[in-house]
């Protein structure tokens, strides 16, 4: 197997149906390299998740940083050294293919775009995925509140504060956040209902004035796009998935894969049944 | 049975034992006129409402209006015509001797001030309760948030909003919020805390700036105290259970009466109980 894959066919974007195929069929499709771009909008209701693999000899410290700091990193997937799959997340999942997209880092800041990561895999990988935003998103926009970087069809933007997170290890680094803003009372709802997605982030950490938390200009975000911000709104921060990347940049392992932005790994689990599941496990419904 | 009880005696409200006083022995200290003051603190736990009586050719609209209006009208009581008991909030409860102080209005917005209505009762009367921020408030200090104006021992500043209730037969007018204010990452705290408590106005309906809800001069509330509104700190606006008694005084009906403010009906039921029950309705805990 070599390092790209040929994309002879992209899931149709602008079909309705990309909120209804299932994690498995848009997984097969990403390992054939038939889906090439984002995974937004796919398979609605299942969690997906950041990516980040690190060599065993990093694993401990960077298992307890998550820990540490779970609104920014909230782990729901950890393989075995070595293996490539995670079953709690997907029977069939291979990691090293199952992405559209992967950055490869050795010992810089550089990296490699590749579609696939079987060819650079090593037996001593240990791959973390993270919970990210999209579950707490679609809470916000089922209970009728819009998104002003969706309508506007741009990336979320996204700021590095002056808050620290709790380091563990050589793992350390600001936290990063992304921004919403709302009218007042839609900012008041999407606190509530981002609350309750606590794998995704969960309720935001600041609101109000960026500079409190050392972002000097809202307009100006460190990733993504340019915000939208109406006349009488209020800016709402999340913790943001970003986060554990500066802090795996700042420590520039030997060797560190992460996934392309946008391109996330689809799991098999429904957000709501991790969410609130009565089990102690979270159960993969196995398309 | 005349419409002034003796103050022989108040609890002590520098005890420390306020808080744990069942709701049946502070009710009887007032029936006795031993307890004149504030309910404040007392009964910790315990739902404590506002009140509103209406003679009988009100009632129904009146219930509709408070059905309409449920984050400022949040009823947790209700009599029947005539009858001073509401065994839903406590077996032994009189409603006209258990609150330690009234206002009875005649057909007017002057109102006398009495500590039993026993000898101007009626028998068309009907007893509306209706929940306070009292348990919410608790809420939010439980989870370690501070409160700046019981911290400055003052009452909570309300204000008169441009938001129009939604009428409901005669009934009608502007709905008035309290205002706490708070560290941003408290005010996000406090909006969780408060949603879980219903009963008690439940989470927010603005944050941030004032004027967006008609209050051009926050530190001049129409009502309560100046408020105490620290550097950074971020405005937090919940309904208010002023908001029925002004649209009780837009209808002025030819008999009403309300609570003093601050001394409140104190029930038998636990505000978690209530909040939280598997029933259909709320339990009483008889002491």
New interface residues.
């Given amino acids: 197997m070599t390092a790209s894959k040929s994309a002879t066919r992209s899931v149709d974007t602008n079909s309705d149906d990309i909120s209804r195929i299932t994690p498995l069929a848009l997984r097969t499709s990403i390992r054939r390299g038939e889906h090439t771009g984002t995974t937004t909008g796919f398979s609605s209701g299942y969690l997906q998740g950041n990516l980040a693999i690190l060599p065993a000899d990093y694993a401990d410290e960077f298992l307890q940083f998550c820990s540490k700091n779970p609104k920014s990193c909230p782990l729901i997937g950890m393989s075995e050294p070595g293996s490539p799959h995670i079953p709690e997340l997907g029977i069939d999942l291979d990691i090293r293919t199952d992405l559209a997209g992967y950055r490869v880092f050795r010992g810089s800041a550089e990296y490699t775009s590749v579609t696939d990561v079987s060819d650079v895999w090593r037996d001593d990988l240990v791959t973390f995925v993270l919970g990210c935003s999209f579950s707490f998103e679609a809470a916000i926009t089922r209970g009728g509140v819009r998104l002003r970087h969706m309508d506007a069809n741009r990336n979320v933007p996204m700021y590095v504060t002056n808050i620290a997170t709790t380091p563990a290890g050589r793992f350390h680094g600001p936290l990063v956040v992304s921004m919403r803003s709302f009218a007042?009372?839609d900012?008041?709802r999407a606190?509530?209902y981002s609350?309750r997605y606590r794998l995704a982030h969960g309720?935001?950490?600041?609101?109000?004035?960026p500079l409190?938390i050392g972002i000097a200009d809202i307009m100006k975000p460190d990733f993504g796009d340019e915000p939208v911000i109406n006349e009488?709104d209020?800016p709402v921060f999340w913790a943001c998935g970003v986060t554990p990347q500066m802090a795996i940049r700042n420590v520039l392992p030997d060797f560190a894969i992460t996934h392309e932005p946008g391109l996330m790994l689809v799991t098999d689990v429904l957000a709501e049944a991790a969410e609130f599941s009565l089990q102690t496990k979270p159960e993969v419904y196995q398309s």
């Fill in positions: 007042p009372g900012a008041i606190i509530l609350d309720a935001p950490v600041h609101i109000g004035d409190q009488g209020i």
